[in-house]
C-alpha cells in the first residue's frame, strides 16, 4: 500500500472522490431549479444513477460489485396504471433514468480525459533529501505579505 497525502489547497491524492463529486454535482446544476431549492430532492436518484453505471476501468456498475446485480429500473407502464398521468409519468421516469445513466457515462470519460491531462509523475522526493515549502498558503505574523519569503526552507524529508 502506498500512502498519497494531500493538502489543504491541493487535494488530488482521492481522484475517485473528486470525479464522483463533480459528476453528482453536474447532474445536480443541470436539474436543479432556478431556486435551487430542489437539490435535495435530486441527491437520492443521482447517486443512484451513479452507482448504475459501468465504471469505466472495472467494466462493472459500483451496484453490482456491493450487490452482486443489477437493479431492474425498467418500469412497465403496459401493466394496470390508473390513469394517462401516472403512465405519462411511469415513461418520462424510465427515460430520465436511462438518460441519466447516459450523461453520467459521458461525465466520467470526460473527466477522466480531463485528469489525464493534468496529472504530473510525482517527483520522487527520497529520504534525507532537503526541499523547499511554498509560503503562498502558509499565515505568518509579517506585517504585510509583500515582504514575505516565497519558499520556506529547506526542510529534511525524514518519512
Known sequence: MELHFTSRYHLEADGQTEHANQTLEQYI???CSYQQ???DLLLSIAKFAYNNVLNAS?????FFTNKGYHPNMTIHPEHNIASTQAHDFVVNLDELHQF?????TQAQSYYKIQADKCQNPASPFKVDKKVFFSS?????TCPTAKFVEKFLGPFEIIA
Open 29 to 31: 446544476h443541470i436539474y
Open 37 to 39: 431549492n430542489n437539490w
Open 58 to 62: 472495472t467494466g462493472i456498475s459500483s
Open 100 to 104: 441519466l445513466c447516459d450523461e453520467i
Open 136 to 140: 503562498k498558503h502558509i499565515k505568518t
